[in-house]
């Protein structure tokens, strides 16, 4: 449909924060008819990024076919943060959570648990730091997503420094001890901020 397919435009150019009018304009309907079909942002959004967020779940299973953990855990990193890189809409959806979207939900929570055993196979072979955990994931797109929208069309290709850097911090053994992670409801919370600072519908 026009709405989604504008939706899809906006975001991927401004991030899932544009202004609704915006995406109500290139669909070529008025506002009224937009949030009449679309009451609230997060469901616009989450039909915005349906097929992405398919792409997303195809990417983990692709890491884990990889005869080499770490390797596999490196191609999905950069692979994340790539997506990122290509659309500031996915950029914001990756750091963000979705309670009124249960499906959306569902294949975060499928590839989440996908991800675990890539960090485990990592860790057994010896590749990944010990004391990586879980949630350091999100804090790297946070971390990537941040670059990504500082550093703009000035420099593009900034955030695959970041990365680099990142995955040589990550390779174990680790060289010292790192500060306490964040809890996993930190994160949760945290990620749910970022939708809730959203302005408007």
């Keep these: 449909m026009r709405i989604v397919e504008a939706a899809r435009d906006v975001f991927g150019e401004q991030g899932v924060h544009a202004p609704l009018e915006e995406v109500a304009r290139r669909a070529g309907v008025g506002v009224a008819t937009l949030y009449r079909r679309f009451p609230t942002r997060p469901e616009l959004i989450t039909c915005a990024f349906e097929s992405k967020m398919q792409d997303y779940a195809e990417a ?60 485990r196979r990592a860790k057994e072979a010896g590749r990944l730091r010990d004391d990586f955990v879980p949630e350091d994931l999100p804090l790297i797109l946070m971390a990537n997503a941040g670059v990504v929208t500082a550093a703009g069309s000035a420099a593009p290709d900034a955030w695959r420094r970041l990365v680099g850097l990142l995955l040589q911090a990550l390779e174990g053994p680790g060289r010292g001890v790192l500060p306490a992670a964040a809890a996993p409801d930190q994160m949760l919370r945290a990620m749910g901020r970022r939708l809730a600072r959203s302005p408007g519908v």
């Design 60 to 119: 983990i299973e692709a890491a884990l076919a990889n005869a080499d953990p770490w390797e596999g855990f490196c191609w999905y990193i950069e692979r994340l943060c790539a997506m990122q890189a290509g659309d500031h809409g996915f950029t914001d959806v990756l750091t963000m959570t979705f309670p009124t979207a249960p499906e959306f939900e569902a294949v975060r929570d499928r590839v989440f648990s996908r991800f675990l055993v890539l960090v």
